[in-house]
């Protein structure tokens, strides 16, 4: 009897060293979704992507650079991440699968970046009335209390959509629209994030600064076409978000 006492209180003492981690997940359009899971690069759900190869199972952009990092740094904590980023996606697309890729999951930590494919497609059509902005924060709030009441002790980072006057961006028309809508929508996530204790990313700000401070023989050079980061934008990306958590204490 003793030595079966100490063989459990031994496993005990194991548990914590090898036990499950902290679950992260980040969701949102192609820039968080990087190609992950062998896609291709399609808007291919979740379900029918690779979820067993390591060497894709994160795709290539900032979202990686974030789980490699802590994963890298602190292997003995057990991180779990999800990349559960789908190209072309808009909120209304986040809404149709957050069961299935948000609270399905069970995340301690979800990460949210979206909004340049609302302003894309608003842009691209009629647009005889307003952006509905009200709409659009309501519905953003909607997920997040969903995912609240399934875990009231989640912890949010909130991104804030980006767009850039570079590449082929230039070639289109409309980026005053496009450029203001960006912002507005920025400012919604900032006040959503203050009235949620999340934290907040401010992307927009940080590429602007960039583009300002930093600039380079190409206009190309953090932003490629207007929307998309190249790897040296998504490596800043991906700075950021790990200096905000750090900061915030969460991770």
């Given at each position: 009897m003793k030595r079966i006492w100490i063989c459990l209180l031994w496993l005990a003492c194991l548990c914590p060293m090898y036990?499950?981690?902290?679950?992260?997940?980040?969701?949102g359009d192609s820039i968080t979704d990087g190609n992950w899971g062998?896609?291709?690069?399609?808007?291919?759900?979740?379900?029918?992507r690779n979820l067993w190869d390591m060497n894709h199972i994160y795709g290539s952009g900032y979202m990686y650079l974030c789980a490699s990092y802590y994963q890298s740094k602190y292997p003995g904590k057990g991180y779990e991440f999800f990349n559960r980023g789908i190209s072309g996606n808009a909120l209304a697309d986040l809404e149709k699968r957050w069961e299935e890729d948000a609270i399905a999951l069970k995340p301690d930590i979800l990460s949210v970046l979206v909004g340049t494919n609302d302003i894309h497609y608003y842009i691209g059509g009629p647009h005889t009335e307003p952006f509905d902005t009200l709409g659009w924060e309501k519905r953003y709030r909607a997920l997040l209390d969903r995912s609240l009441h399934a875990n009231?002790?989640?912890?949010?980072?909130?991104?804030?959509?980006f767009t850039a006057f570079t590449g082929s961006m230039k070639n289109s028309e409309g980026f005053a629209l496009r450029d203001n809508l960006v912002h507005t929508l920025a400012r919604i996530?900032?006040?959503?994030?203050?009235?949620?204790k999340a934290v907040y990313l401010p992307y927009d700000e940080m590429f602007e600064t960039l583009l300002r401070e930093a600039p380079s023989s190409q206009d190309t050079y953090w932003i490629w076409d207007g929307i998309h980061p190249t790897p040296a934008g998504h490596r800043r990306m991906s700075e950021l978000w790990i200096k905000e958590v750090e900061r915030a204490g969460i991770l």
């Open positions: 036990g499950q981690g902290l679950r992260i997940l980040f969701i062998n896609s291709d690069g399609s808007a291919m759900p979740s379900a029918g009231p002790h989640l912890k949010l980072v909130l991104g804030a959509p996530v900032k006040r959503i994030a203050v009235e949620y």
